[in-house]
């Protein structure tokens, strides 16, 4: 009997500056990016780190002593915006999921209502097309001064889905410095690993290369391409960046299994990069290589992750 490979997946890579500090709007712009995406084709749509409703490029420029007051202020903005799950916060981007029959990754700050009301995370989401939210991974470990912004999270999402495109993770930015938790994916199947992400630049392109031949899989990349006339209105952070200036030069890129490019990199370009990605290319890509099967030698080495959700207070009625 005869097995019929997948169909291909179009793919769109969003990397549009979002609008900064306004969940409202930025969602807004979601949505639109959705539609124009989904009017090309394209069924899985792919959107960067922290994107709603924006990452907190700041706090690579302020002083952690001397700027206190600058970053209390922009700190309180971003959480009266950021995304509150439980609240609805996505339902928009869930209803336009349903509509346009799209798998959908996001990049979001998270607002813990459950327990403190007050902590954020850096959250990827993605949403299936039938509106399900298929996955939440809090990032792990924020890197340096992004410990000033976000909690850490737990390894409850450390998790590859099932979607029409092919068995789906992501992990964010640096995360996929840390070989445990880029091994965790690789250990369940994954046909398309996905970086959200502020990072760009040679060294981060040469990551991603090494991720596809290292996992034998689709590797998405995708920071957010802006300049600083991108952040806004906002008289504090306008005093930080030149307009000209490219804060991020973006660099989507789209790596087939085994390391080539297949799309990109997209650099300081705010648009949307597309390809088309085939999930039988990856299993076929592992029957040389496949780091947690034939070449995995369980007998020396073992992982264990524990994916219970970490919770602050068990409560007992």
């Known amino acids: 009997m005869i097995v019929e490979a997948n169909v291909p997946a179009k793919l769109a890579v969003v990397q549009k500056p979002p609008v900064l500090l306004d969940r409202e709007k930025t969602i807004a712009q979601v949505l639109a990016s959705i539609e124009e995406a989904a009017g090309e084709g394209a069924t899985l749509l792919v959107f960067p780190e922290a994107y709603v409703p924006g990452y907190p ?171 600083g006339r991108d952040v806004g209105e906002n008289a504090d952070l306008k005093k930080l960046f030149e307009p000209d200036e490219w804060v991020n030069d973006g660099d989507a890129v789209v790596i087939k299994p085994m390391g080539a490019i297949a799309a990109g990199p997209h650099r300081r370009d705010k648009s949307i990069l597309y390809a088309e990605i085939d999930a039988e290319a990856a299993r076929r890509a592992r029957r040389s290589l496949d780091v947690s099967g034939h070449y995995a030698r369980p007998d020396i080495f073992s992982l264990s992750v524990n994916r219970k959700p970490l919770s602050p207070v068990d409560f007992e009625d």
């Open 57 to 227: 490029s700041w706090i690579w420029r302020l002083r952690p002593a001397g700027d206190m007051g600058v970053s209390s202020d922009l700190h309180s903005r971003l959480r009266a915006n950021a995304v509150d799950i439980a609240r609805g916060d996505l339902k928009p981007i869930q209803d336009a999921a349903v509509k346009r029959g799209v798998t959908i990754v996001l990049g979001i700050n998270e607002l813990d209502s459950k327990f403190s009301g007050t902590t954020m995370f850096n959250t990827v989401v993605i949403i299936g097309p039938d509106g399900t939210l298929l996955n939440r991974h809090r990032k792990l470990m924020p890197t340096n001064p992004e410990r000033m912004v976000w909690g850490m999270g737990d390894a409850s999402g450390l998790r590859v889905v099932e979607t029409p495109a092919g068995r789906v993770g992501a992990l964010i930015c640096w995360e996929n410095y840390m070989p445990l938790a880029r091994y965790a994916l690789y250990a369940q199947n994954i046909d398309i690993y996905i970086a959200p992400t502020w990072d760009a630049g040679e060294s981060w392109l040469a990551t991603m290369r090494h991720i596809a031949k290292e996992a034998g899989c689709w590797v998405i990349g995708t920071a957010t391409a802006m300049q």
